[in-house]
Structure formats: structure tokens, C-alpha cells
């Protein structure tokens, strides 16, 4: 039932729902038709939502005679008494936004209940009611947003271009779209579907809807709890990043967040593995207990606060780095990706990454190009359905979600992402470890990449990234090692460096012999090097401290650890060499020498050690299949 709030419990909560732009009023929306239990909703608009949105639910709808009460300021349905406030259950509660809306847009809502025959039409313009009238309309909730601030004109001086705004309604319905996978959602722009999801749960269908199939054939699951933490969901391979944070979605107990504690756990899981300026893309369910978490309800405010950051960032990040250690994780080849270096990229892909990934120009976006084949998804069926599964791995393991923490938007998300399966066949890939073990090497090509193949893959393993990757591993270790290995030199070595160079002795000097060198100033800007790490040959050894010496003369600040990292490894890529032809003892040696790598797919810069390319593949392209 709907009723004003006491002014008492009014002024407690946070005040001032903030009605700047289209997108917040869709966000309102979009809540309430959520906070109704509607398994369907669409979102309609026009000109980036400034001249029009069109939110239409299957919820509980507003019985006839409160309709009118529903945009009196506090009024809400949701809480009563102050007390309520700390069990929220719903998005909304402070009884506002219907209000605030109707104060600044021409709106018409009609609604009916389940119980009723008739509905209830009310258009309102500027708070007046212009009509209440009974109507014959389905079960739920139609809110028409017309003319955002046609009557203070200068705040709509404010709003950004019409793609503009689109784009930020986009990315907001795609979230909610993400987080409430159990929930059919379908948003139009003009007079074309952006997208529509189909409200069975299932993550990775999700996904594919809303970013299109470029971005879901390269996600790896990600699975994993401990200790009343259950994290689910998909994260990019390394060789599908993004050049931003915007396809980062984070849902934690059911709510959409925007959380630093889980981007830094993201970019720990990925260190090393992607170019600088390049993000993963991560769709990422968190449940935990919910006492360990403090959801701020201030309506701006996105943020949660951890009771102890270092545990979810330990979590989340040891999670997804687990992921990513499988073998979907290796690039791949594939036929279709071949083709594609060729074909035109599909019409509505190019759309949804302009949408995304550039600035906006005051560029119009003809959404008229956008149309989506309902079974883009059969990439991925065809792809995993191919892989033999173990049964087994297949069901996902509910009991122990149970155990964990009760909170149940996840829950259900979960559960109908296992038991409904039915309507579509795609399933979670089955997450593979990559296993050295089975690796056999055959030989090389071009002196450069080294052949090697197991059971149902064929690789092709660059064989330079890959000693970089080692050379810069072992050369961390040593540094960070109490004790170093070196060999002592029959000849020492002679450094010239520059005056700044020497001149900064007291900062560098130690780092490098912690490095595993023995170095000494030897006068008039030349240094002597006795010892270098044992890992190390001779020419490795000179080529990275003349490299470093190089580096250091743009004065970088080595009292900083990225900016030291940074520089040790610009001088690891220098000092291994490249184009050697190596025979199959030696392969065999740098192949061992990787696996004992914390990351052994990517070298040090981002770029990928192996390359890999599936049996099925391969059959594929010669047609067998
Ligand atoms: P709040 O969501 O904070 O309660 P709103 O101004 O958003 O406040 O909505 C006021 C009331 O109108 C809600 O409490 C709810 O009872 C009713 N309402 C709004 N939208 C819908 C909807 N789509 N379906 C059913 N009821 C709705
Ligand atoms: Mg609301």
C-alpha cells in the first residue's frame, strides 16, 4: 500500500533524488518495475531519452485508487517506520522519484494489478494532473517520460548530445540487464532493439546478448568460494581486453557496484598479462556474508565498504588468476577469427563498440543499423558443446552456495542459470587446466616460434616472449631473494655511464646489486662489474645493465615500485635475444624453465607466450567436421 512517510522518517533519509539527466530517470524506473517483481521489462526511447522513455513492466502494479498517491513526494509503498530502513530490501524506498520525475517531464503512467479488471491511466505534466481515469490495459506498469525539462529549458542546456546520452542509458540498462539475469529485459533506442536478454539466468547468454558474441567467445569462467565468499562469473581472456573499466561489472550480494577494492583485485590477476592502458572485461557475482559489508544506501553513492578490503581483494584476485591459468585462456585460433580478418565486422557490433569505446564527438549513432539475430549464440553452443565434458564438472555445485550466505537475488540467479538450461543449450565452458605435462614438443618455424601440441590442442609458442617471461621471473626471484646467486666474472666488466647516472649512485647502486651484481665505482663515471646473477650469460647480463643505464637517464623515480618494474622489464626485453635457432634440447629446456613461471602464458609487456589452436579447429578448416 502506498502511503505518505511520516515527516519524522522523511527527513531521515538522504535527501534529494537527483533528476539530472535521462539515464537517472530510466535508473528509477527500471527499479521500481524491479522492486514490482516483474520478469519482463522494457525500456523505450527517444533522442538519447530526452524527448522520450517508455518503461513497461509485467510487475504487481499500483492499485486504481493509489495510482495518484504513487508522485506525492514520500510516498512509498516499501517502509513504514524508521526501523525499516536498516532491512531494506527494495532499490527504492524513499518514496521520491516518481515525484521528482513528474515535477520536470510531461509523464503518463498506466497501471493495473492482477485482482483488478480495470486500469488506471494518469497523465501529469509539472506535478498538476491533467487526467485519472479508469483504462483497459495488461497486468502491470507503463511509464511514459515525455520532454525532459520542457519547462526549465536551462537545465536541459546541461544534457550531452543524444548519443551521448544514449550511451550512458545503454551502459546503465546493460548492467542491470547483467546483474538481474533472471529478469527478461529488453531495451529500443528510436526504432531499433539494442538488446534483449531472455531472462533465464544464464550469465554468458547475458553477455552474448548485450555486448554481442566478439565479446563472449573470449570469456573464461570464473568459479570459486571460500569461507562464506562464493564469486561467480566471466572474465576476459588476456588477449580480449578492453580500453577501459566500462565492461567491468561488479554485482556483489545482489547489488551493482562500482568497487576500487575489486578493480585492483582484476588488475593483480591480470599483472603482467595485458598491455598498459588496457583493461579486462569482467562480469563478476560476489556473494558474502553480509555482515562482513556495508552498503551505503546513499542514492549516489555506488560504493560498498568492506570490512576488510585485503580479504576480498586476496579472494576475488586468486580467483580470477586461477581462471585464468586455464587453457581457454591461451589465444586461440579460430576458423571463424581467420574469416574475420577479412569479413566486414557485423553492422550492430560496430555500433555497440562505438557506443563504448569512443569519446563522444557529437557523433549521431544510426541505431537504424542495429538488428540482432536472436541466435547469436550458436558460436558457443558449437564451441562448447564440442568439448568433451565430464558430467560431472558440468552441474554446478548449488549445495555449497547454499551453505555459504543466504542472500537470494544471487541465489536465484544461480540456481536458474543450473536448472533452466532447458530453453538454450549453452553452458558454462568447463573450465580445463592447461597441463605442461602433456605438452610435446616438435620443432620450430621461422627460428622464432616453437610447434607443440597435447592431446587436443596445437600451439605455437613464441619462443623470445617466452624467455622473456622466464629471464624476467627469475630476475624478480633473485632481487627479491635473501640470498644471491651470481658467478664471478674472469674478466670484470666496464660501465661508462653518464653524470646523472653517477650522480644517483645512492639510489640505483643497491638495486642493482640486489639484482644479483657485484658493481663497483671504479672512478670518473665508470663502474666495474665483477659478479652478475648466475641465471644470466655473459651477453644477457651486459645488454640489461647498459639498457638500465640508458633507462636511467630520464631520471625515473626508482624509489617507486611500478617505476622501477617498469624499467627492469623495458631492460629484460632488451637483453634476450631473439631469431636463435634453438634445437629440441634447448626447447625442451625453455619449455621447463616456463613452466615454472608464475605467468607463463604472456611475457612480461602483455603479450602472449602461446598461441593456441583446438584439434576441432583445425578439423574444421580442412572440412572433416
Ligand atoms: P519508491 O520506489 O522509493 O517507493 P517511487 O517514487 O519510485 O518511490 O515510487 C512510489 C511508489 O509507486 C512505489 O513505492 C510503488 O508502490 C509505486 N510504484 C512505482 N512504480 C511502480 C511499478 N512499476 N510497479 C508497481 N508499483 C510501482
Ligand atoms: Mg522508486
Known amino acids: 500500500m502506498i502511503k505518505i512517510l511520516d515527516k519524522h522518517v522523511a527527513d531521515k533519509i538522504a535527501a534529494g533524488e537527483v533528476i539530472d539527466r535521462p539515464v537517472s530517470i530510466i535508473k528509477e524506473l527500471l527499479e521500481n518495475s524491479l522492486d514490482a517483481e516483474a520478469t519482463s521489462i522494457t525500456v523505450e526511447i527517444k533522442n538519447g531519452g530526452k524527448s522520450y522513455i517508455r518503461v513497461t513492466d509485467n510487475g504487481c502494479g499500483i492499485p486504481s485508487e493509489e495510482a495518484e498517491l504513487a508522485f506525492r513526494r514520500h510516498a512509498t509503498s516499501k517502509i513504514t517506520a524508521a526501523e525499516d530502513l536498516d532491512a531494506i530490501e527494495t532499490l527504492g524506498f524513499r518514496g521520491e522519484a516518481l515525484a521528482s520525475i513528474c515535477a520536470v517531464a510531461r509523464v503518463e503512467l498506466i497501471t493495473k494489478t492482477r485482482d483488478s479488471k480495470m486500469g488506471r491511466r494518469i497523465v501529469i505534466e509539472g506535478s498538476e494532473i491533467l487526467e485519472n481515469s479508469p483504462v483497459g490495459c495488461p497486468d502491470g506498469t507503463t511509464i511514459t517520460v515525455k520532454d525532459l525539462f520542457y519547462n526549465i529549458p536551462a537545465r536541459s542546456k546541461f544534457l550531452a548530445t543524444d548519443s551521448a546520452e544514449t550511451r550512458r542509458i545503454v551502459d546503465m540498462v546493460s548492467r542491470i540487464a547483467l546483474s538481474y539475469g533472471d529478469v527478461k529485459i529488453n531495451l529500443i533506442s528510436g526504432n531499433s532493439k539494442v538488446f534483449s536478454t531472455r531472462g533465464n539466468g544464464n550469465i554468458l547468454n547475458n553477455i552474448i546478448s548485450i555486448y554481442g558474441s566478439e565479446t563472449g567467445k573470449d570469456m573464461i569462467p570464473v ?38 577494492v ?133 552441474t554446478v555445485e548449488i549445495k555449497s552456495f547454499d551453505d555459504a550466505v543466504d542472500i537470494k537475488k544471487v541465489l536465484t540467479t544461480l540456481k536458474r542459470e543450473s536448472h533452466e538450461n532447458s530453453d538454450i543449450k549453452i553452458q558454462a565452458p568447463v573450465r580445463r587446466p592447461f597441463d605442461f605435462d602433456d605438452l610435446r614438443t616438435i620443432g ?96 644477457e647480463a651486459e645488454t640489461f645493465l647498459s639498457d638500465m643505464f640508458k633507462e636511467m637517464e630520464d631520471k625515473p623515480d626508482l624509489t617507486n615500485k611500478r617505476t622501477l618494474e617498469k624499467l627492469i622489464t623495458r631492460s629484460c626485453k632488451s637483453a634476450v635475444k631473439g631469431g636463435d635457432r634453438l634445437d629440441i634440447n634447448e626447447i625442451d629446456a625453455l619449455i621447463k624453465d616456463l613452466r615454472s613461471c608464475i605467468n607463463p602464458f604472456s611475457c612480461p609487456h602483455g603479450r602472449p607466450t602461446f598461441i593456441r589452436m583446438t584439434k576441432y579447429e583445425i578439423e574444421k578448416m580442412f572440412k572433416r567436421v
Open 262 to 394: 575489486l578493480e585492483k583485485a582484476l588488475d593483480e590477476a591480470y599483472k603482467e598479462k595485458l598491455f598498459h592502458g588496457r583493461f579486462p572485461i569482467a562480469f563478476l557475482f560476489l556473494a558474502m556474508p553480509p555482515e562482513k559489508l556495508d552498503v551505503n544506501v546513499h542514492p549516489t553513492k555506488k560504493e560498498v565498504r568492506f570490512d576488510d578490503d585485503h580479504e576480498v581483494l586476496d579472494f576475488v584476485a586468486k580467483a580470477v588468476r586461477e581462471a585464468l591459468m586455464a587453457k581457454d585462456a591461451v589465444p586461440q585460433i579460430r576458423e571463424e577469427g581467420l574469416k574475420s580478418l577479412k569479413a566486414e565486422q557485423k553492422p550492430e557490433e560496430k555500433v555497440i563498440e562505438k557506443l563504448y569505446e569512443k569519446p563522444d564527438q557529437g557523433v549521431q549513432y544510426d541505431f537504424s543499423t542495429i538488428k540482432r539475430e536472436e541466435n547469436k549464440a550458436s558460436v558457443f553452443e558449437e564451441r562448447h558443446n564440442k568439448l568433451d565434458k565430464d558430467p560431472k564438472e558440468q
Open 444 to 539: 620450430t618455424v621461422f627460428n622464432t616460434y616453437i610447434l607443440a601440441a597435447d592431446e587436443d590442442s596445437f600451439y605455437l609458442i613464441d619462443q623470445h616472449a617466452a624467455h622473456e617471461r622466464v629471464f624476467y621471473e627469475r630476475l624478480l626471484e633473485q632481487y627479491n631473494a635473501e640470498e644471491k646467486n651470481r658467478q664471478t666474472l674472469l674478466m670484470p666488466l666496464n660501465f661508462n655511464v653518464s653524470a646523472q647516472v653517477a650522480s644517483t649512485e645512492d639510489i640505483w647502486l643497491d638495486k642493482v646489486s640486489s639484482m644479483g651484481y657485484d658493481i663497483e665505482f671504479f672512478g670518473n663515471n665508470t663502474y666495474l662489474v665483477r659478479e652478475i646473477p648466475a641465471f644470466m650469460d655473459l651477453d
Open 223 to 260: 568459479e570459486s568460494s571460500m569461507s562464506g565468499f562464493v564469486l561467480k562469473g566471466f572474465v576476459s581472456s588476456p588477449a580480449a581486453s578492453a580500453p577501459s573499466r566500462n565492461k567491468q561489472i561488479f554485482c556483489v550480494n545482489g547489488r551493482i557496484i562500482s568497487s576500487s
